[in-house]
């Protein structure tokens, strides 16, 4: 599965570093974290890692296939 997560702001370099295993862009006020998720206890990982780096989630999708 692939998701998109939306960010509020701009992530800095060392924030986005936080997250090898995604690749990102930014645009309007908002950094867009994206690339595969093998299963839910990686989604719930990455959620507790935004949690704890005080990172404010938007949105998150699955994207299709």
Do not use: C, K, W
């Not at 992530?11 to 006020?29: D, I, K, R, Y």
């Amino acid at each position: 599965m692939r998701y998109e997560i939306r960010v509020e702001g701009h992530m800095s370099e060392s924030l986005v570093q936080a997250f090898p295993e995604l690749n990102h862009v930014t645009m309007s006020g908002q950094t867009v974290l994206f690339g595969p998720v093998v299963d839910e206890a990686q989604l719930y990982g990455l959620l507790a890692r935004f949690q704890a780096l005080g990172l404010r989630v938007l949105e998150m999708r699955q994207l299709p296939e």
